[in-house]
């Protein structure tokens, strides 16, 4: 049966609410990725990490190379998780490089996953949108791949299908462009795209993170979260008890003198205050203890780098993932 060229589900046309439906059984694409093309308009694909986890061992009986894509910007901390289902040779895609200042050092982005318990034999940090370093990474493609298959894995919204958009535009002759949006799982199965007679690159649908705030937040504030152009670190200095509320999304309490970093998206409003208020305060606490030069993350969101030992407490929907770490940058 026919695949949709844009998310890779069988197309059908038998049952209009479920997933590769389409009028007319001969189109190339499936009736939600017109939509989300034409119309920006999208339709949620509910699938448990189940699905993509049985594709994942697939891979892994597999001896091919596997392009783990990792937004910088993003990094799950479920991603040594990937460690239990791929055990191929991995090269390690960093992606949206145009998003981090000019300033952070590339070298030290890839110092930073030496210590994942991934089968990482090599490292690129990429941007799509500005094709940084695609020759690079595409020269390394070609001389890691073990056969002419080569799997494009990763969590959701990672920009694994603006990747192999780009790929394609750059290195191949083939009309071809798969869906890309924003929102979770837009790729759906796994979809072969034969970039050249001994290229064939498999995109695989994005891993679910359940912690990520992308799932508790409407399309709007989806598209005001992400950002889409290079962040101006905003920095503050902390010497009395302060609370800044960012845009409703979250509270941040700090009590001891401190510096703080908010790498967020630009259009998001931070509000400062110097006197306590409730705002905010009926949503889930955390109470973090930060060491020296952590960061904190809200994932899916971004992270605020604190540069000496402090204690904040934080007030978001239950559910979004918070976490501390070795500062990224």
């Known amino acids: 049966m026919n695949k949709c060229i844009g998310c890779g589900a069988t197309l059908q046309n038998n049952n209009i609410e479920d997933i590769g439906y389409t009028s007319n059984i001969n189109n190339s694409l499936c009736e939600r990725c017109f939509r989300i093309r034409n119309y920006n308009e999208y339709k949620l694909v509910t699938k448990s990490n189940d699905d993509y986890i049985n594709i994942l061992n697939n891979i892994s009986n597999t001896n091919d190379l596997v392009l783990l894509v990792v937004d910088i910007f993003n990094i799950s901390k479920n991603l040594n998780d990937i460690s239990k289902y791929i055990k191929n040779d991995i090269l390690l895609v960093l992606t949206k490089r145009d998003i981090l200042p000019k300033s952070c050092y ?141 845009d409703d999304l979250f509270r941040l309490d700090i009590c001891d003198n401190t510096n703080i970093t908010f790498y967020i998206s630009n259009n998001l409003k931070i509000n400062r205050y110097y006197k306590d208020n409730d705002t905010l305060k009926n949503l889930k606490k955390y109470s973090l203890d930060v060491s020296d030069n952590s960061d904190i993350v809200i994932q899916g969101l971004g992270f605020i780098k604190v540069t000496t030992k402090t204690n904040i407490n934080i007030y978001i929907k239950d559910g979004i993932r918070v976490f501390v770490r070795k500062n990224l940058i």
Do not use: A
């Open 106 to 246: 590339d070298e030290k982005l890839k110092d930073y996953f030496k210590n994942y318990n991934l089968n990482i034999i090599d490292t690129v940090i990429i941007s799509s949108k500005k094709n940084y370093n695609l020759d690079e990474l595409y020269e390394k493609i070609n001389n890691y791949k073990k056969s002419k298959k080569v799997y494009i894995v990763g969590f959701t919204n990672s920009g694994k299908s603006t990747l192999i958009n780009k790929i394609i535009y750059n290195y191949s002759d083939i009309n071809l462009s798969l869906t890309t949006s924003n929102l979770p799982s837009t790729t759906i199965d796994l979809l072969e795209i034969k970039v050249e007679d001994d290229l064939i690159l498999v995109d695989t649908p994005g891993l679910l993170d359940d912690g990520d705030i992308i799932n508790y937040i409407d399309s709007s504030m989806i598209k005001k979260i992400i950002p889409n152009k290079e962040i101006r670190p905003i920095n503050y200095q902390v010497k009395t008890k302060q609370v800044f509320i960012v």
